[in-house]
C-alpha cells in the first residue's frame, strides 16, 4: 500500500503472489482473538485477516512454514484462517480492493483489484467473514470456481465474484467467466 494509507477492518486486501502472477484475498477485521494451539492461552493481535487458504500449484497443502509468535498461525492444509497482516502478505506488496469503480476504470485496471459493484458496510463484512471462519463452510477450495477472491468478494458483497480468474480482462472477460460458470456448474459442484 502506499504510504500513508491505513487500513480500516472490514477492508478488502490483497497481497502478490509468485511475482505477481496471481494474488491473495483477504479482509482485515483490525483487532482479532488468536490461540496459541500448544498452551490453549488466548492474546489479541491488532493487525489480524480473515482469508481462504487453498492448494498449492501441485495440488497439496500450502507449504509447511513454522509456527508465527505473533498469531500462531501455522499452514495446516485448506480453510479459512485468521492470520497476522505479516502472515497474510508475506513480505509482498499490500493492496486495497477497490469497489464502486467506473466501468471505463474495471476495464483497464488489472483483473483481481478491483470492481465495479457496490458492498457492504464494514461491520456486515466483519460479521460475514467471522461467520465462515467460525463455521468453516465456505466450501472446498477451487482455482478458479471457488478461491481466496470468491471469499472476500462474498464478505464484501454477499456474493462471490473472482475478476482474477476471468479469461480476459474488464468486462469481456467477466462475460466469458460467468458463461463458463454457469455451463460447468453441474459438472464441477
Same mark, same amino acid.
Given at each position: 500500500?502506499?504510504?500513508?494509507?491505513?487500513?480500516?477492518?472490514?477492508?478488502?486486501?490483497?497481497?502478490?503472489?509468485?511475482?505477481?502472477?496471481?494474488?491473495?484475498?483477504?479482509?482485515?477485521?483490525?483487532?482479532?482473538?488468536?490461540?496459541?494451539?500448544?498452551?490453549?492461552?488466548?492474546?489479541?493481535?491488532?493487525?489480524?485477516?480473515?482469508?481462504?487458504?487453498?492448494?498449492?500449484?501441485?495440488?497439496?497443502?500450502?507449504?509447511?512454514?513454522?509456527?508465527?509468535?505473533?498469531?500462531?498461525?501455522?499452514?495446516?492444509? !485448506?480453510?479459512?484462517?485468521? =492470520?497476522? $497482516?505479516?502472515?497474510?502478505?508475506?513480505? +509482498?506488496?499490500?493492496? #486495497?480492493?477497490?469497489?464502486?469503480?467506473?466501468?471505463?476504470?474495471?476495464?483497464?485496471?488489472?483483473?483481481?483489484?478491483?470492481?465495479?459493484?457496490?458492498?457492504?458496510?464494514?461491520?456486515?463484512?466483519?460479521?460475514?467473514?467471522?461467520?465462515?471462519?467460525?463455521?468453516?463452510?465456505?466450501?472446498?477450495?477451487?482455482?478458479?470456481?471457488?478461491?481466496?477472491?470468491?471469499?472476500?468478494?462474498?464478505?464484501?458483497?454477499?456474493?462471490?465474484?473472482?475478476? !482474477?480468474?476471468?479469461?480476459? =480482462?474488464? $468486462?469481456?472477460?467477466?462475460?466469458?467467466? +460467468?458463461?463458463?460458470? #454457469?455451463?460447468?456448474?453441474?459438472?464441477?459442484?
Amino acid at each position: 500500500m502506499a504510504t500513508g494509507q491505513l487500513l480500516n477492518p472490514g477492508d478488502h486486501i490483497y497481497t502478490e503472489c509468485l511475482g505477481g502472477s496471481y494474488y491473495h484475498h483477504g479482509i482485515y477485521v483490525g483487532r482479532g482473538l488468536v490461540t496459541n494451539p500448544n498452551t490453549g492461552k488466548t492474546r489479541t493481535i491488532t493487525n489480524a485477516v480473515i482469508h481462504f487458504l487453498g492448494l498449492d500449484t501441485e495440488g497439496k497443502a500450502k507449504k509447511t512454514k513454522p509456527q508465527c509468535q505473533t498469531c500462531f498461525f501455522k499452514p495446516k492444509g !485448506q480453510g479459512v484462517v485468521l =492470520t497476522c $497482516l505479516d502472515c497474510f502478505h508475506e513480505g +509482498n506488496g499490500l493492496y #486495497r480492493y477497490e469497489y464502486g469503480v467506473s466501468l471505463l476504470s474495471f476495464t483497464f485496471k488489472t483483473s483481481g483489484s478491483c470492481t465495479p459493484r457496490s458492498c457492504s458496510d464494514p461491520n456486515t463484512v466483519i460479521k460475514r467473514a467471522y461467520d465462515y471462519l467460525r463455521n468453516q463452510d465456505f466450501g472446498d477450495y477451487n482455482f478458479v470456481f471457488n478461491n481466496c477472491e470468491h471469499f472476500a468478494t462474498k464478505c464484501k458483497m454477499g456474493k462471490a465474484r473472482c475478476n !482474477q480468474a476471468l479469461l480476459g =480482462t474488464g $468486462l469481456p472477460g467477466a462475460l466469458v467467466y +460467468n458463461v463458463t460458470r #454457469r455451463l460447468t456448474k453441474d459438472i464441477l459442484w
